[in-house]
C-alpha cells in the first residue's frame, strides 16, 4: 500500500499562524513547562523518521528535542494561511506523502497518526472527521498536490476546503478516529491564554490520574 510506513515517515508540522490571540507565537508558548512544538514533537517519535517546521518568513522557532531529524522551511506566501505552509513542506518532502499537523495540538495521539496513514490508500490527501466536519489542520498529503495547491494560493479560494474539493480526497470516518482516540484529544487545540490555562489544568488532572497520560 502507498501509504505504508516504510515509504512515509515525514511530518510537517504547521507553526505559521500570528497567534495575535495568544499574545506571541503559538509553537514557543509554554504549556506544563514545555513549548507547544515539542509537544507535537513528542507524538511524532517513533513515528516521523523526518520532521518538517512550516513557520512564517523569519519566525524564532524553540528548541526541540527528538529522535528525528528535523528540518525548518518558510511559507511560500506568508500570511496566507495553512496552505502556505502545507505546500513549502510538500515541496521539501522526500517521500510520496507527508503527514500534516498544526503545533497547537498539544494531546495529538500517535494512534491517529498511524490511522491517517495507513487508510491513505489511493486518495492524493486525506482528513479525519469529526461531527461531520473534517479536521482539514490534519492529513495525509502526497506531493503531487503541490501544483494544485499553489494554484490555489495564487487564486481567491486560498482555503483547504476549496483544495480538497479539487483533490481525490480520503475522510477517516469518525468512528475510525473515535477507534484510536475516543476522547477527540488530538482535536483540542490552543488559540488563546484561556485555552493554554484550561490545557495546563487538563494535563494536571492527566497526570494525577495516570503519570504516563502524555
Known amino acids: 500500500m502507498r ?37 507535537v514533537v513528542s507524538a511524532a517519535d517513533g513515528i516521523a523518521s523526518e520532521i518538517i517546521i512550516a513557520r512564517s ?10 529522535d528525528a531529524s528535523v528540518r525548518v522551511c518558510d511559507d511560500e506566501t506568508g500570511g496566507l494561511g495553512p496552505l502556505s505552509g502545507i505546500v513549502a513542506g510538500l515541496a521539501i518532502t522526500r517521500d510520496p506523502h507527508a503527514i500534516v499537523v498544526p503545533c497547537d495540538a498539544p ?14 490508500g489511493d486518495a492524493e490527501v486525506l482528513v479525519p ?20 495547491v499553489r494554484d490555489a494560493l495564487r487564486s481567491d479560494d486560498r482555503s483547504v ?23 477527540l484529544l488530538s ?12 490545557m495546563e489544568a487538563r494535563i494536571a488532572s492527566m497526570r494525577r490520574r495516570t503519570p504516563a497520560a502524555e
Open 3 to 39: 501509504g505504508s510506513m516504510s515509504e512515509m515517515t515525514t511530518m510537517v508540522i504547521l507553526t505559521g499562524g500570528r497567534g495575535s490571540r495568544i499574545g506571541g507565537d503559538k509553537a514557543a508558548q509554554l504549556l506544563a513547562g514545555r513549548p507547544l512544538l515539542q509537544w
Open 129 to 148: 472527521e469529526v461531527d461531520r466536519r473534517l479536521q482539514t489542520a490534519f492529513g495525509v498529503w502526497s506531493t503531487t498536490c503541490v501544483g494544485v
Open 107 to 120: 494531546l495529538l495521539r500517535p494512534a491517529l497518526i498511524l490511522a491517517m496513514v495507513a487508510a491513505i
Open 187 to 198: 482535536f483540542l487545540n490552543v488559540n488563546t491564554l484561556d485555552d493554554l490555562a484550561a
Open 161 to 183: 476546503h476549496g483544495v480538497l474539493r479539487r483533490l481525490r480526497t480520503g475522510v477517516l470516518s469518525e468512528d475510525d478516529v473515535r477507534a484510536c482516540d475516543p476522547g
Open 57 to 66: 518568513p523569519g519566525q524564532a522557532l524553540p528548541h526541540v528535542l527528538t
